[in-house]
């Protein structure tokens, strides 16, 4: 098994989701080579020989300098062509949205979006709203994929060494129609759950609007971000951007603090990639429990309060 990773990266700091998407490679097997494309590839390829991959080729063309969706086609293309990988991977970002279908359609390989898993050649996908995994076979021999956030964790990156080079591809300015805005922007608010390190996110246990000044207190303590089940952000006690789940962010912190959440399907798709959830619920049957590390059973209303003081008294 060959596989090529596109790495995305921004002004040289390496995307969390490629990281995944490494990770995601290794649990796979076989050769990998990353392809880290524009003006500060070598900063990016100098974190990548830090893993257990084959090799980085760097490409830096005067023409693609930064993302642009018929520049980074042209080059993944000419890469394809020259290594021939059976898989193409990427984390499934707003980035990797724009190239892949266009990669995919010049290539002739299809396409296999927001997977999950590939299980003894199925790729998995997770269909109707996350309720169900779909077992997708291609018969095509290759394929190009993006992994859903979160599916591989970046700590499983298996370290070693690789090594780096430079691959020479043959672009002119006719091919390059379209110009790039400034790079995408995963929230468009100042909150970035998506890489956040410790979250408190607020359910509906939560009871009251007035209720959540005790997340955010929480959160100061803990310099955590906040973050909202959807019946939350419904009911306009936080805005949309907050929402974690299968319609908001899908977020991996070290610590998930789960406050008065009953832990659906469509909550807990977007958060079970966290290292560690601390759930509070005073239903001792939520299923919140189910994936929680750490399950206290209580009234969040008493017991936020009393952590809020231990943790500042210690
Ligand atoms: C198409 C679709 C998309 C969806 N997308 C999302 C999504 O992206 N994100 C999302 O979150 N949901 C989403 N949902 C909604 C989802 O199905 C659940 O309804 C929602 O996640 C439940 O939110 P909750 O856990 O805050 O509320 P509830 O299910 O009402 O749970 C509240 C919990 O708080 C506990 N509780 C109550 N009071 C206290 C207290 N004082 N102390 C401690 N615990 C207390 C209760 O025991 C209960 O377990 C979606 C639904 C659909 C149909």
Known sequence: MKSLVIIEHKNGVLHRMSREAISGAQKIGGDITALVIGENAESVSSELSNFQIEKTFIVNH??????????????????????????????????????????????????????????????????????????????????LISFQSASYSE????????????????????????????PFQESASEV???????????????????????????????????????PVVDAGWLPSSRQVGSSGSTVSPKLYLSLGVSGAIQHVVGMKGSKNILAINKDSEAPIFEIADYAVVGDLLEIVPKLITALQDS
């Open 62 to 143: 005067e023409l693609v300098p930064s993302y642009n969706v018929d520049g980074y086609k042209e080059i993944i293309k000419q890469v394809v062509d020259s290594i021939s990988p059976n898989i193409i991977i990427t984390g499934h970002t707003y980035q990797a949205r724009d190239f892949m279908p266009r990669v995919s359609a010049a290539l002739d390989i299809p396409f296999i979006p927001d997977i999950v898993e590939l299980e003894n050649n199925f790729y998995i996908k997770q269909v109707l709203n996350s309720k169900l995994n779909a077992s997708i076979s291609s018969s095509s021999e290759r394929a």
């Open 155 to 182: 700590e499983d990156i298996i370290k070693g060494s690789s090594r780096s080079e430079s691959f020479d591809v043959d672009l002119d300015s006719s091919s390059i129609k379209s110009k790039s805005d400034d």
């Open 192 to 230: 970035d759950l998506e890489s956040a390190e410790l979250i408190v996110s607020v359910g509906r246990g939560i009871e009251k609007e007035e209720n959540k000044s005790i997340a955010f207190e929480l959160a100061e303590v803990l310099g955590a971000e906040v973050s909202a089940s959807r």
